[in-house]
């Protein structure tokens, strides 16, 4: 039964590799970065992140955790070569590099974003406790907005996020290893692949301004 299992378990472990490529697997983690920011864009109350981060910021580092296996598994079964002739040619790649970017300065908006709600909705609370006779009302964030607190003070709360939009990434740790393998024709596939982004780079600089 023991010998059943393990094979089963094997099987699994081929399969996810045979299945899974560096598209896909990139597809996934521009998917999850994308939805995690739209989130992000959507709370405008309390209630909303509390509903958000339900759904969507608390399950994040599970998901994440997922894609990253699924890499791992990806890495195992290709040679080294394999790994990053598909590694420069995925589409997947390119699209991720250039959302990533895009991303990063559409979180750094968010939280700015975030940060004034929080503390408009303090001010809100203030100004009517004042109104009820309060001479120096003292309000804790953690009682009157605590999980729009959590989004913009607990540090934990999007760091799987923020990690995914930094510049140290599961793809970028993999790359930085292929110069070491010492592969032939390694030069002429750097030069094909940083031609390759130039497709991909916007032609004009994208300037995100929230109105």
Known sequence: MTRIHLCLT???????????????????YRNSNNEAVDAMMMVTSES?????????FKPMGDRYDRIDKKLSILVINRTKKEIITETFESEGVHMYLTELEINRERFALEMTRLRDLHQQLI???????KRKGEANPQVDPQKLIPKLDDLVNK??????????????TDLMKLMNQFGMWKMDGFAE????FKKRREMYEPKKPIVLVRP
Not at 189 to 192: D, F
């Open 10 to 28: 094997l099987l699994v472990l081929v399969f996810a590799g045979c299945v899974d490529s560096v598209d896909s697997v990139f597809r996934e």
């Open 48 to 56: 909303q992140a509390d509903g958000l981060t339900a759904r969507i």
């Open 189 to 192: 596939q750097v030069i094909a």
């Open 123 to 129: 001010d809100a609370e203030v100004k009517e406790l």
């Open 155 to 168: 540090a934990d709360t999007l760091k799987k996020l923020k990690d995914q939009l930094g510049t140290n």
